[in-house]
């Protein structure tokens, strides 16, 4: 089981990742089996070849992401707030989710739920 410390640490090289552009880093934090459902509600992503296509679409916009606040890691799952701020067309737009990662044995993750829905979006 990973430890607290652990998860902490991967949500922050997730951040820093998405922050970086960086698709390689993103994507080494998951399991080959991992599903990705961001936002909940939405069709889930499977599976690495998935993964790398949502995230690779998500950083075609320059993103500033930060968190908002601790991480909750326990047992084998972190929760955490953060905002992702981009701009399309001059209009810059933030998004304030928390996310859920559940992690397997390895301390990669394996499931990655975003919860947020239009409350949670705004135009800055």
Do not use: C, W
């Not at 089981?1 to 998860?7: D, F, G, Q, R, S």
């Not at 601790?70 to 810059?92: C, D, L, P």
């Amino acid at each position: 089981m990973p430890t607290p410390e652990h998860m902490q640490a991967t949500v922050e090289a997730y951040v820093r990742a998405l922050n970086a552009s960086d698709l390689d880093a993103i994507v080494a934090l998951y399991a080959d089996d991992a599903v990705v459902e961001d936002p909940v509600g939405t069709a889930p992503k499977r599976g690495l070849a998935e993964i790398r296509a949502f995230y690779a679409g998500s950083l075609k916009l320059k993103l500033r992401v930060e968190l908002e606040g601790q991480i909750r890691a326990v047992a084998s799952e972190a929760a955490f707030a953060f905002s992702v701020s981009f701009e399309v067309k001059g209009q810059r737009t933030t998004i304030r989710p928390i996310d859920l990662f559940r992690f397997d044995d390895a301390g990669r993750i394996v499931q990655m739920r975003a919860f947020f829905g239009p409350a949670n979006i705004s135009a800055d």
